[in-house]
């Protein structure tokens, strides 16, 4: 049975905005920007993992000005988690959250606590072979489109739990994991693995470590309009 856990408390304005995952060139913008970001969430989280011998739970408010959508625009809320965990150390941390608001950014780190208030997931799976082939995504794709139907338009509110074996980098896993939730968050037909992500306000994800489990990863989803 997955984990699932409560998002922290105590969380502090930021004085840096939030910056997408970046992929270019270590001088590029896009890069300083995201590492002046990263370098607030040190000053921000350092204490707190100094002083936890745990596993950590993290959430992060991610800012807008009035007038911004934040339901289009490619704002995904993943991506802006994605650095943050890296930063943190994915074996550090139990569970993110991520939301997106019209007011100030905000970023709390404090324990890991279990939630025991947990409902029966929609949707439970158990995945074999590697995430980074096509026919993944694919077949966790069609296990979806069979089970799920897509939510209506809007903002939508989305929970993962993930159950890996030890030692594995499960922030890896998110980016194809949601690439294969079209069946739920609607997709162009002519885009496959293109879902509409960015309808998403608020994101949970969560890890469970099975010693028992080998290569495979167990997805539980739980989902609803906001």
Same mark, same amino acid.
Do not use: C
């Given at each position: 049975m997955a984990t699932v856990y409560r998002r922290p408390v105590g969380a502090m304005r930021h004085s840096v905005k939030p910056q *997408?995952?970046?992929w270019d060139r270590a001088a590029h913008p896009s890069q300083v920007k995201l /590492?002046? #970001?990263l370098a607030h969430v040190d /000053?921000? /989280? =350092?204490p707190v993992l100094a002083t936890v011998s745990g596993r950590v739970a993290a959430e *992060? %408010?991610? =800012? #807008?000005? !009035?007038g911004v959508s934040l339901t289009d625009g490619g704002h995904d809320l993943d991506n802006y988690l994605f650095p943050v965990a890296q930063r943190l150390g994915p074996e550090r941390v139990a569970a993110v959250f991520g939301r997106k608001i019209h007011g100030p950014s905000s970023l709390a780190v404090g324990p890991a606590r279990p939630d025991t208030a947990g409902a029966t997931p929609q949707f439970s799976t158990r995945m074999a072979g590697s995430y980074e082939r096509r026919e993944w995504k694919q077949r966790l794709h069609d296990r979806l489109a069979a089970r799920a139907a897509t939510i209506d338009p809007g903002p939508v509110g989305l929970t993962i739990a993930l159950t890996t074996r030890p030692g594995r980098n499960w922030a890896s896993l998110w980016k194809p994991l949601i690439d294969a939730f079209g069946p739920v968050l609607g997709e162009d037909p002519g885009r496959p693995f293109h879902p509409h992500d !960015?309808? %998403?306000v608020s994101l949970a994800l969560h890890h469970t470590i099975d010693t028992g489990i080998a290569h495979d990863v %167990? %997805? !539980? /989803?739980?989902w609803t309009r906001l």
């Amino acid at each position: 049975m997955a984990t699932v856990y409560r998002r922290p408390v105590g969380a502090m304005r930021h004085s840096v905005k939030p910056q *997408l995952a970046s992929w270019d060139r270590a001088a590029h913008p896009s890069q300083v920007k995201l /590492a002046r #970001f990263l370098a607030h969430v040190d /000053a921000v /989280a =350092g204490p707190v993992l100094a002083t936890v011998s745990g596993r950590v739970a993290a959430e *992060l %408010i991610v =800012g #807008f000005s !009035d007038g911004v959508s934040l339901t289009d625009g490619g704002h995904d809320l993943d991506n802006y988690l994605f650095p943050v965990a890296q930063r943190l150390g994915p074996e550090r941390v139990a569970a993110v959250f991520g939301r997106k608001i019209h007011g100030p950014s905000s970023l709390a780190v404090g324990p890991a606590r279990p939630d025991t208030a947990g409902a029966t997931p929609q949707f439970s799976t158990r995945m074999a072979g590697s995430y980074e082939r096509r026919e993944w995504k694919q077949r966790l794709h069609d296990r979806l489109a069979a089970r799920a139907a897509t939510i209506d338009p809007g903002p939508v509110g989305l929970t993962i739990a993930l159950t890996t074996r030890p030692g594995r980098n499960w922030a890896s896993l998110w980016k194809p994991l949601i690439d294969a939730f079209g069946p739920v968050l609607g997709e162009d037909p002519g885009r496959p693995f293109h879902p509409h992500d !960015d309808r %998403i306000v608020s994101l949970a994800l969560h890890h469970t470590i099975d010693t028992g489990i080998a290569h495979d990863v %167990i %997805i !539980d /989803a739980w989902w609803t309009r906001l």
